[in-house]
């Protein structure tokens, strides 16, 4: 074969190969998006459409009742909480409302404490040489195989003795300790040379500051990686919140949703609409944090 039939013949395979990759990656970005139009859609389709045997892909006529429904079935403070004896207490507000800003709060304060702890234990782990070390980060591996199912009656009593049953901390702090943050943020904190940090020691730099203006920054994709997979992990931490959270003014959007649900019927217009506003802030956060999230997904493909 001459070098001008070879030159053709690997370029007929790159080509072939790009559009076979290319063909599979929009047939798999179409079955992962599909359910996101199929939510979104069905937000706004009468209940006709939405029951139909026939699937109705696109709504004949747009109509918003399902979010009117969501919006008027209930009212509740906007926030509430107690200072030096006193309650303030916010404006009212649609209940839909008052659900997604505490599954807000719930998950931007469980990634901002994760990921603050998670990268300071990964960071003493990685760096640090003293006795006990392997063991506890031997416990953290394995903590990351216990079902939370098997530690749910001791963090239900332990949140019961803090006094913290029934508010959106009783969801918060049980995540905060996630062993697969310290885990990811450690093997993050290793790729870092060491002789750094015994420069900055010889420069008589504290920990502290070593910490937060040497290894800090250096380990930022990690921590953009932990906190998106925090932030997605306390959302749809759906039986936590369902065991630790009761009253109406506390729960989060998909509690919510789900208390608004007759005991023999399901209105799948009004589960659309509630899960099309849940999909919300988590898009936003995934955009946010997307190369970050590349990132910790690829991590250690390549030793450099």
């Known amino acids: 074969m001459s ?3 070879y030159i053709a013949a690997n370029r007929a395979k790159s080509k072939t190969y790009y559009i076979v990759s290319f063909a599979l990656v929009i047939i798999l970005a179409f079955l992962f998006a599909f ?3 199929w939510i979104i859609t069905g937000s706004f389709k009468i209940k006709k459409e939405i029951m139909a045997t026939t699937p109705v892909w696109f709504p004949s006529e747009f109509t918003t009742a399902n979010f009117d429904k969501l919006m008027t079935s209930r009212t509740a403070s906007l926030f509430d909480f107690k200072m030096f004896g006193y309650t303030i207490t916010g404006p009212k507000v649609p209940a839909a409302i008052r659900w997604e800003v505490n599954t807000v709060f719930m998950s931007v304060s469980s990634m901002l404490l994760t990921c ?3 990268s300071m234990a990964g960071y003493v782990l990685a760096k640090k040489r003293f006795w006990g070390r392997t063991l506890i980060f031997s416990l953290i591996v394995c903590a990351m195989a216990l079902p939370k199912q098997v ?4 963090l239900l009593r332990e949140m019961s003795a803090l006094k913290l049953y029934d508010t959106i901390w009783a969801v918060i702090f049980p995540i905060v300790g996630w062993p697969f943050g310290v885990f990811l943020l450690k093997q993050f904190a290793e790729s870092i040379p060491t002789g750094m940090v015994e420069a900055c020691r010889i420069d008589g730099a504290s920990e502290w500051r070593t910490f937060t203006d040497v290894m800090f920054p250096m380990i930022k ?3 953009g990686a932990c906190a998106i997979f925090t932030f997605i ?3 749809n931490d759906y039986f936590m919140q369902l065991i630790m959270l009761t009253s109406s003014k506390n729960l989060t959007i998909s509690l919510g949703i789900a208390t608004m649900q007759a005991e023999n019927s399901t209105d799948f217009g009004l589960l659309m609409a ?4 849940a999909s919300v802030p988590i898009i936003i956060v995934f955009l946010i944090f997307q190369k970050y999230f590349t990132k910790g997904i690829t991590m250690g493909a390549i030793k450099g």
């Not at 530690?151 to 001791?154: D, G, K, M, R, S």
Request: proline content about 13%.
């Open 151 to 154: 530690i749910l009656i001791p």
């Open 274 to 277: 509630g899960s099309a506003l």
């Open 233 to 235: 992990n306390s959302w």
């Open 3 to 5: 070098k001008f039939n």
């Open 221 to 223: 994709p990690g921590v």
């Open 35 to 37: 359910p996101l139009y």
């Open 116 to 118: 603050i702890t998670a």
